[in-house]
T-cell receptor, first 113, second 111 residues
Protein backbone atom coordinates (compact mmCIF):
# COMPACT_ATOMS: atom_id res chain seq x y z
CA UNK A 1 0.00 0.00 0.00
CA UNK A 2 1.23 3.49 -0.78
CA UNK A 3 1.70 6.01 1.96
CA UNK A 4 4.00 8.06 4.11
CA UNK A 5 5.97 6.52 6.94
CA UNK A 6 7.32 8.61 9.76
CA UNK A 7 9.71 7.20 12.33
CA UNK A 8 10.12 6.98 15.16
CA UNK A 9 6.65 7.51 16.61
CA UNK A 10 8.13 8.82 19.87
CA UNK A 11 11.53 10.46 20.30
CA UNK A 12 13.27 11.84 23.36
CA UNK A 13 16.02 14.40 23.04
CA UNK A 14 18.49 15.56 25.62
CA UNK A 15 19.42 19.21 25.89
CA UNK A 16 22.01 20.19 23.28
CA UNK A 17 21.49 17.09 21.16
CA UNK A 18 20.62 16.94 17.48
CA UNK A 19 17.99 14.43 16.41
CA UNK A 20 16.72 13.38 12.99
CA UNK A 21 13.13 12.51 12.15
CA UNK A 22 12.57 10.22 9.21
CA UNK A 23 9.92 10.66 6.51
CA UNK A 24 9.63 8.22 3.61
CA UNK A 25 6.94 8.06 0.92
CA UNK A 26 6.24 5.57 -1.85
CA UNK A 27 3.53 7.61 -3.54
CA UNK A 28 5.84 9.05 -6.20
CA UNK A 29 4.94 12.53 -5.00
CA UNK A 30 7.23 15.37 -5.99
CA UNK A 31 6.51 17.72 -3.11
CA UNK A 32 7.13 17.04 0.57
CA UNK A 33 6.53 19.16 3.67
CA UNK A 34 7.35 19.28 7.37
CA UNK A 35 4.92 20.82 9.84
CA UNK A 36 5.10 21.36 13.56
CA UNK A 37 1.98 21.13 15.72
CA UNK A 38 1.81 22.36 19.30
CA UNK A 39 -1.02 21.34 21.67
CA UNK A 40 -4.35 22.82 20.67
CA UNK A 41 -2.86 24.64 17.73
CA UNK A 42 -2.77 24.36 14.00
CA UNK A 43 0.13 23.34 11.82
CA UNK A 44 3.10 25.60 11.19
CA UNK A 45 5.31 25.01 8.17
CA UNK A 46 9.00 24.30 8.86
CA UNK A 47 10.41 23.38 5.45
CA UNK A 48 9.11 22.17 2.11
CA UNK A 49 10.61 20.66 -1.01
CA UNK A 50 9.05 20.63 -4.45
CA UNK A 51 11.75 18.64 -6.23
CA UNK A 52 14.81 16.59 -5.38
CA UNK A 53 17.86 18.57 -4.23
CA UNK A 54 15.79 21.67 -3.60
CA UNK A 55 13.98 22.88 -0.49
CA UNK A 56 12.62 26.12 0.91
CA UNK A 57 12.23 27.53 4.40
CA UNK A 58 8.78 27.80 5.86
CA UNK A 59 7.57 30.07 8.62
CA UNK A 60 9.57 28.53 11.48
CA UNK A 61 12.76 27.10 9.93
CA UNK A 62 15.18 28.38 12.58
CA UNK A 63 16.79 25.52 14.48
CA UNK A 64 15.83 22.94 11.85
CA UNK A 65 17.52 21.52 8.77
CA UNK A 66 16.42 19.20 5.97
CA UNK A 67 17.79 17.37 2.96
CA UNK A 68 16.13 15.99 -0.17
CA UNK A 69 18.62 13.67 -1.82
CA UNK A 70 15.97 11.20 -2.96
CA UNK A 71 12.41 11.73 -4.12
CA UNK A 72 11.15 9.28 -1.50
CA UNK A 73 12.90 10.75 1.53
CA UNK A 74 12.76 14.09 3.34
CA UNK A 75 14.43 13.82 6.77
CA UNK A 76 14.18 16.63 9.30
CA UNK A 77 16.98 17.37 11.78
CA UNK A 78 16.09 19.23 14.94
CA UNK A 79 19.29 20.93 16.01
CA UNK A 80 20.41 22.16 19.42
CA UNK A 81 19.67 25.69 18.17
CA UNK A 82 15.95 24.92 18.39
CA UNK A 83 15.21 26.08 21.92
CA UNK A 84 11.70 24.68 22.28
CA UNK A 85 11.58 21.50 20.21
CA UNK A 86 8.94 19.60 22.18
CA UNK A 87 6.07 19.20 19.71
CA UNK A 88 4.30 16.86 17.32
CA UNK A 89 5.97 16.77 13.90
CA UNK A 90 4.04 15.90 10.77
CA UNK A 91 5.39 15.10 7.33
CA UNK A 92 3.20 15.40 4.23
CA UNK A 93 3.48 14.98 0.50
CA UNK A 94 1.48 16.03 -2.53
CA UNK A 95 1.40 15.25 -6.22
CA UNK A 96 -0.42 18.10 -7.86
CA UNK A 97 -1.39 21.22 -6.01
CA UNK A 98 -4.87 22.38 -6.73
CA UNK A 99 -6.16 18.96 -7.64
CA UNK A 100 -5.41 16.69 -4.72
CA UNK A 101 -4.87 17.24 -1.06
CA UNK A 102 -1.87 16.41 1.03
CA UNK A 103 -1.14 12.93 2.33
CA UNK A 104 0.14 12.99 5.89
CA UNK A 105 2.25 10.60 7.90
CA UNK A 106 1.18 9.54 11.38
CA UNK A 107 3.60 11.92 13.08
CA UNK A 108 6.54 11.89 15.48
CA UNK A 109 6.16 13.20 19.01
CA UNK A 110 9.43 14.75 20.15
CA UNK A 111 10.05 15.45 23.83
CA UNK A 112 13.04 17.14 25.41
CA UNK A 113 14.20 15.42 28.59
CA UNK B 1 1.59 32.71 9.20
CA UNK B 2 -1.65 30.79 9.51
CA UNK B 3 -4.15 31.57 6.82
CA UNK B 4 -7.43 29.96 7.80
CA UNK B 5 -9.17 30.43 11.10
CA UNK B 6 -11.83 27.98 12.22
CA UNK B 7 -14.86 28.77 14.29
CA UNK B 8 -15.89 27.55 16.80
CA UNK B 9 -12.75 26.32 18.55
CA UNK B 10 -14.73 23.49 20.12
CA UNK B 11 -18.13 21.98 19.41
CA UNK B 12 -20.02 19.32 21.35
CA UNK B 13 -23.16 17.68 19.96
CA UNK B 14 -25.27 14.54 20.35
CA UNK B 15 -25.07 11.65 17.95
CA UNK B 16 -27.44 12.15 15.05
CA UNK B 17 -27.23 15.94 15.10
CA UNK B 18 -25.55 18.00 12.39
CA UNK B 19 -22.22 19.73 13.00
CA UNK B 20 -21.23 22.94 11.26
CA UNK B 21 -17.74 24.38 11.32
CA UNK B 22 -16.64 27.61 9.71
CA UNK B 23 -13.37 28.83 8.27
CA UNK B 24 -12.35 32.37 7.39
CA UNK B 25 -9.26 33.39 5.46
CA UNK B 26 -7.58 36.58 4.34
CA UNK B 27 -6.08 36.36 0.85
CA UNK B 28 -7.09 35.09 -2.58
CA UNK B 29 -6.99 31.35 -2.87
CA UNK B 30 -6.74 28.67 -5.54
CA UNK B 31 -8.64 26.20 -3.40
CA UNK B 32 -9.59 25.39 0.17
CA UNK B 33 -9.35 21.99 1.79
CA UNK B 34 -10.72 20.37 4.91
CA UNK B 35 -8.83 17.79 6.95
CA UNK B 36 -9.63 15.63 9.94
CA UNK B 37 -7.22 14.67 12.73
CA UNK B 38 -7.85 12.04 15.36
CA UNK B 39 -5.97 12.62 18.60
CA UNK B 40 -2.25 11.97 18.24
CA UNK B 41 -2.52 11.01 14.58
CA UNK B 42 -1.78 12.56 11.22
CA UNK B 43 -4.28 14.56 9.21
CA UNK B 44 -6.59 12.93 6.70
CA UNK B 45 -7.76 14.83 3.65
CA UNK B 46 -11.57 15.09 3.47
CA UNK B 47 -12.50 17.38 0.62
CA UNK B 48 -11.09 20.05 -1.71
CA UNK B 49 -13.16 22.90 -3.12
CA UNK B 50 -11.80 25.15 -5.86
CA UNK B 51 -12.17 28.92 -5.88
CA UNK B 52 -14.70 28.74 -8.74
CA UNK B 53 -16.91 26.24 -6.90
CA UNK B 54 -19.57 27.16 -4.38
CA UNK B 55 -20.58 23.83 -2.91
CA UNK B 56 -19.29 20.28 -2.82
CA UNK B 57 -20.57 17.05 -1.30
CA UNK B 58 -18.86 13.86 -0.20
CA UNK B 59 -20.98 11.34 1.65
CA UNK B 60 -22.21 13.02 4.85
CA UNK B 61 -19.96 16.03 4.25
CA UNK B 62 -21.05 19.26 2.62
CA UNK B 63 -18.61 22.10 2.04
CA UNK B 64 -19.50 25.59 0.90
CA UNK B 65 -17.20 28.36 -0.24
CA UNK B 66 -17.97 32.07 -0.42
CA UNK B 67 -14.97 33.84 -1.96
CA UNK B 68 -16.62 37.26 -1.60
CA UNK B 69 -16.71 36.78 2.17
CA UNK B 70 -13.50 34.73 2.22
CA UNK B 71 -15.20 32.00 4.19
CA UNK B 72 -16.04 28.32 4.02
CA UNK B 73 -18.17 25.96 6.05
CA UNK B 74 -18.05 22.22 6.65
CA UNK B 75 -21.30 20.48 7.50
CA UNK B 76 -21.32 16.93 8.84
CA UNK B 77 -24.82 15.50 8.75
CA UNK B 78 -26.19 12.77 11.02
CA UNK B 79 -23.04 12.79 13.13
CA UNK B 80 -21.65 9.67 14.76
CA UNK B 81 -19.43 9.17 17.79
CA UNK B 82 -16.67 8.14 15.36
CA UNK B 83 -16.74 11.66 13.88
CA UNK B 84 -15.13 12.92 17.10
CA UNK B 85 -11.89 14.57 15.95
CA UNK B 86 -10.32 17.93 15.16
CA UNK B 87 -11.17 19.46 11.81
CA UNK B 88 -8.85 21.85 10.01
CA UNK B 89 -9.28 24.05 7.00
CA UNK B 90 -6.28 24.71 4.80
CA UNK B 91 -5.95 27.35 2.12
CA UNK B 92 -3.93 27.06 -1.05
CA UNK B 93 -3.20 30.74 -1.64
CA UNK B 94 -2.26 32.09 -5.04
CA UNK B 95 0.98 33.68 -3.88
CA UNK B 96 2.25 30.78 -1.78
CA UNK B 97 4.01 27.56 -2.63
CA UNK B 98 2.37 25.68 0.22
CA UNK B 99 -0.87 25.45 2.15
CA UNK B 100 -1.66 27.20 5.40
CA UNK B 101 -3.68 25.58 8.16
CA UNK B 102 -5.94 27.05 10.79
CA UNK B 103 -5.98 26.06 14.47
CA UNK B 104 -8.89 23.69 13.99
CA UNK B 105 -12.29 22.94 15.49
CA UNK B 106 -12.40 20.18 18.06
CA UNK B 107 -15.64 18.24 17.54
CA UNK B 108 -17.03 15.91 20.19
CA UNK B 109 -19.99 13.72 19.29
CA UNK B 110 -21.62 12.16 22.33
CA UNK B 111 -23.23 8.74 21.92
Amino acid sequence: DGGITQSPKYLFRKEGQNVTLSCEQNLNHDAMYWYRQDPGQGLRLIYYSQIVNDFQKGDIAEGYSVSREKKESFPLTVTSAQKNPTAFYLCASSIERGTYGYTFGSGTRLTVV
Amino acid sequence: SQQGEEDPQALSIQEGENATMNCSYKTSINNLQWYRQNSGRGLVHLILIRSNEREKHSGRLRVTLDTSKKSSSLLITASRAADTASYFCATDARNNNDMRFGAGTRLTVKP
